[in-house]
């Protein structure tokens, strides 16, 4: 492995209030080729993974009482295989389930329109935007659903940008496919190009916590889909107890949760219940770490907003992610990181010859803020070991889109054929699910853990308390 600095790194340890000096050291190395795309997710990808090992190797030497810091060491095909861990995720040799047919993009009357429909709430309302009635799954002679066919006839009709808002006011989920000129004169892409790539403040006071090691940390998880459930992956791998909290009324994909719920356990409550409210309570009482993958203020009502938190909390350490972020006029909107790869000019910008608009060769900004979150909340609980108080991070994977797409990340170069097998970076385990093949974590240091303590169980289904 190469010892150098990348300015991704670099870039990504500046924003998380890190000690500069600490990159130097940080070892690069691992196959040519990886990721390969017209805008640098390599080194985002390296850079993301690089700044969270460093913060956990900081905060274990911290808690071990000082002392130079555990080499990290970041090999690219090991971030390759993780940044697309759900597609090597198998159950029992079943590959796991990724995009449904409706989520993808469409042809509309001046453009490109991409649409999101995983879940069956989102299919539905989207169907009902259109006015396409989820009958008659026939299909054609060329394959296409009956369903398909319809709404492709009803987005063919109607400008992108109309289709977006139509299907936006039914609660649906779909984004005009835009170039990176049209979405920096939008006001949600400039709101999201004034903003730093992500945030991390005291906002109130609170007790010092000393912890005698990163497994004392108790992690409360909101979070869903894949960005924040990748954080709490990662500190669960850590050591941290993690417990991922999900609402009974809303739907979860186990091939989802069995990708991203390693290390971690699995429980609902429904906060507008009184008994689950209270549980809710006295899991906080104990928390260390609460993570929030809803829209902003989305949760206030149950008082979850991080002044509410704080106030029964203080010293918490509180990690925010959206898509679109908290400012601008999509601030309050539900959005998926193919979405907004479509709508701030990724999607053109990786097209094919076709014109057709393309993707990332992972889902990075999902992956990349995932492990950005990861990193800011233990550089907070670093932090609140000497300062102490109560510490919000707040991402969104529109900034982590804007800062790959800036101009500020620079090409390493290594580009070409991918010349690596995945092999090398994948393991296997018995499960509640059935036997598992998955991607290893590539956050790794001198020390530090190869594996997770424990497999994915079945959503939803452990007890609500802490280990």
Not at 129 to 146: F, I, M, Q
Not at 316 to 327: N, R, T
């Amino acid at each position: 492995m190469i010892k150098r600095a990348t300015d991704a790194t670099d870039q990504a340890w500046a924003a998380l209030g890190g000690d500069p000096a600490l990159t130097s050291g940080i070892a690069y190395g691992g196959p040519v080729g990886t990721l390969t795309a017209a805008l640098p997710v390599r080194e985002l990808a390296r850079a993301t993974v690089a700044v969270c090992a460093l913060a956990a190797a900081e905060l274990r030497t911290a808690c071990d009482g000082g002392g130079p810091l555990p080499a990290v060491r970041v090999d690219d095909g090991a971030v390759a295989t993780a940044f697309t861990s759900e597609r090597h995720l198998r159950v029992d040799g079943r590959a796991a389930s990724t995009f449904a047919p409706l989520s993808r993009f469409w042809r509309s009357a001046d453009g490109w329109v991409r649409t999101h429909a995983n879940y069956p709430h989102h299919r539905t309302r989207l169907l009902a935007a259109l006015d396409v009635p989820d009958v008659g799954e026939g299909a054609d002679a060329s394959g296409t659903s009956n369903v398909e066919a319809r709404v492709a006839a009803a987005l063919a009709e109607l400008p992108a940008e109309r289709a977006e808002e139509k299907i936006f006011a039914a609660g649906g989920l779909a984004v005009a496919v835009r170039t990176p000129q049209e979405w920096a004169a939008h006001p949600q892409g400039a709101a999201a190009a004034r903003r730093p790539l992500l945030s991390v403040e005291r906002i109130a006071g609170g007790p010092v916590r000393i912890l005698s090691g990163i497994d004392g940390l108790r992690v409360l998880d909101l979070t869903r889909v894949i960005a924040g459930p990748v954080a709490g992956r990662t500190l669960a791998l850590l050591g941290a107890d993690v417990l991922r909290i999900d609402s009974p009324r809303l739907p979860e994909s186990q091939d989802a949760h069995a990708d991203t719920g390693f290390g971690k356990r699995s429980t609902t409550l429904d906060l507008a219940r009184t008994a689950d409210r209270a549980t809710f309570e006295a899991l906080l009482a104990d928390a260390d770490v609460v993570l929030s993958g809803y829209r902003p203020g989305a949760l206030d009502r149950y008082g979850l907003s991080p002044e509410a938190l704080a106030e029964r909390r203080p010293g918490l350490v509180i990690g925010q992610l959206s898509a679109w972020g908290a400012d601008g006029p999509w601030g309050g909107r539900r959005g998926f990181d193919s979405l907004v790869q479509a709508a701030c000019g990724i999607a053109v910008t990786e097209a094919g010859p076709d014109g057709r608009p393309g993707a990332l060769p992972a889902q990075a900004l999902d992956h990349g803020t995932g492990y950005l979150l990861a990193a800011a909340v233990l550089r907070a609980v670093t932090e609140q070991r000497t300062v102490g108080g109560t510490h919000v991070t707040r991402l969104a994977l529109a900034r982590t889109a804007a800062w790959l797409t800036g101009g500020t990340i620079t090409r390493d170069g290594g580009g070409g054929t991918p010349a690596y097998a995945a092999g090398e970076w994948l393991s296997e385990r018995d499960s509640p699910l059935g036997r598992l093949r998955y991607a290893l974590s590539p956050v790794s240091f001198d020390g530090g853990p190869r594996d997770w303590a424990r497999p994915p169980g079945r959503w939803g289904t452990d007890a609500p308390r802490w280990s």
